[in-house]
């Protein structure tokens, strides 16, 4: 620059002028807008729908569902007053003080998972948690087992007993050739919807016996041996819901022999493993007969009542097949089931159980637990069999003794129930069934004077 010449400043300040008042429209024009916004809602642009116009809800016609007949009990149950209440209906341990039982050894484990810094809260693969489902077949079939000592066997986590058996169904629905399932009768009140929705055709075989309050053991063989070839057969694995009649083991190889004769599928619902009779081997004896002979078949398994994981939900579904290869095959399949059903599984409870099967001295603790729990089951059985007879309730009340597991079937009918329900504030499902898990020593007396008023008054 010349050191002579002057800066022209006026030129500066002109350009300088003119940024600024293309700055202050800018401003301006955004308090305008601003303003307009405040002024009247978002909304007032967009149009009315056909459906906000509407007085009612476009959901109006839905009816009322019924309540389950099942957790229904419990319902009704919370709404009664009375301080001599019972709830025989909900299929869930009690103490003998009547409160819901955690386990020390789940105590423990969730404990030991807590103090794990290394633990994280990533999504389980579709399948689930590997370990778990190594473990859980092993608990099922035996660690013997050839099957799974050979890759012979797929195993899935699922949603407890029932996202097992519901996976299961589909699966069957997809790839099985015969999509009959027969169930016993009376069953467990979900697998009839359960396996419907999941796509197979739902017929009955004879199981139960009012008469003996027993096992209808020849029906069973004659409608099992007139069922299609290659049916599928659901078979509680033990303490059968909601009757509690379980076939011998004699009874359990002619099913086994029958059934394999004619390529009938099994499908075992194991849902009370150690829960029944104190023992895990005694009580999968059933399954692991079926999966000791070479052929195939379907369990599956839940922790709700044996590990008390009610609300975790945690079960695991296994197949035994031929070969490695199919098993492989079957697993890819499996995950085309549950990917658009829930995706993957929790993590949470089945940590808890794996933790428990791979650690000696806590599942030697789980033991000793599970067996205390079906001791106190089978005590609740003799007392109320004992206080019946004493009072000199008219029949038979051997049934009581002699079934097995969680329910008891009373023999009971609607009837009764309803006034024992209504005079007694007894509650349980209309077909008389009854969980002896909710009993105890200081209920067993009202139960008694309950059922000995109905059957008298009600004959």
């Known amino acids: ?88 209906g909900v299929g869930a341990y009690r103490t003998e003080e009547g409160k819901p039982l955690v386990l020390n050894v789940v105590r423990k484990a969730e404990q030991k998972l807590v103090n794990d810094m290394s633990r994280v809260k990533e999504y389980l693969p579709i399948v689930g948690l590997a370990e778990f489902n190594k473990l859980s077949a092993r608990l099922i079939l035996g660690a013997d087992c050839p099957a799974v000592n050979e890759n012979r066997v797929t195993t899935v986590q699922c949603l407890s007993g029932t996202g097992s058996l519901r996976v299961g169904g589909e699966f069957l629905a997809r790839h099985y050739h015969e999509r009959t399932i027969y169930i016993p009768t009376p ?38 041996g007139a069922a299609p070839a290659g049916a ?78 009610y609300g975790e939900r945690v079960g695991a579904l296994s197949i035994v097949l031929k070969t490695s290869g199919v098993a492989a095959k079957v697993e890819s399949q499996l995950k085309l089931v549950i990917r658009p059903m829930y995706s993957n599984p929790p993590i949470h409870g089945a940590s808890i159980v794996a933790t428990i099967l791979k650690d000696k001295d806590l599942f030697n603790e789980w033991t000793i637990e599970l067996k205390a729990m079906a001791d106190r089951i089978i005590s609740m059985r003799h007392q109320l069999f004992d206080s019946l007879r004493a009072k ?54 009202h139960l008694t004077e309950a059922i000995h008023a109905a059957v008298t008054r009600l004959a």
């Open 232 to 309: 599928v057969v659901l078979l509680h694995a033990c303490a059968h819901n909601p009757t509690g009649v379980d076939p011998t083991l004699e009874q359990w190889e002619q099913i086994r022999q029958l059934m394999r004769s004619r390529a009938l599928l099994p499908f075992f619902d194991s849902a009370y493993q150690g829960f029944a009779s104190g023992s895990l081997d005694a009580d999968a004896q059933s399954v692991r007969r079926f999966a000791a002979d070479g052929g195939e078949l379907l369990v599956a398994q839940s922790y709700a009542k044996n590990m008390g994981l």
């Open 1 to 88: 620059m010349n050191p002579t010449s002057k800066p022209n400043f006026d030129a500066h300040s002109s350009t300088l002028s003119s940024s600024s008042s293309a700055s202050d429209r800018r401003l301006n024009a955004l308090v305008r807008h601003l303003a307009a916004e405040e002024s009247s809602s978002p909304m007032d642009s967009i149009s009315a729908s056909p459906t906000a116009a509407r007085a009612d809800s476009v959901f109006a016609h839905v009816v009322q569902g019924p309540e389950d007949p099942i957790l229904g009990v419990t319902v009704a149950y919370n709404k009664d007053q009375s301080p001599n209440k019972v709830n025989l």
């Open 392 to 445: 000199g309730t008219p029949g038979d009340w051997s049934h009581i003794i002699k079934q097995i597991g969680m329910f008891t079937f009373t023999g009971l009918n609607p009837e009764q129930v309803a006034f024992m329900t209504k005079e007694y504030h007894i509650y349980m499902t209309s077909d008389g069934r009854i969980s002896m898990a909710g009993l105890s020593s200081r209920t067993v007396p």
């Open 187 to 224: 069953t467990w009140g979900n697998h009839i919807k359960v396996f419907t929705l999941a796509g197979l055709s739902v017929k009955t075989y004879r199981y139960y016996d009012p008469a003996t309050r027993g096992l209808n053991f020849q029906g069973l063989l004659e409608d099992l």
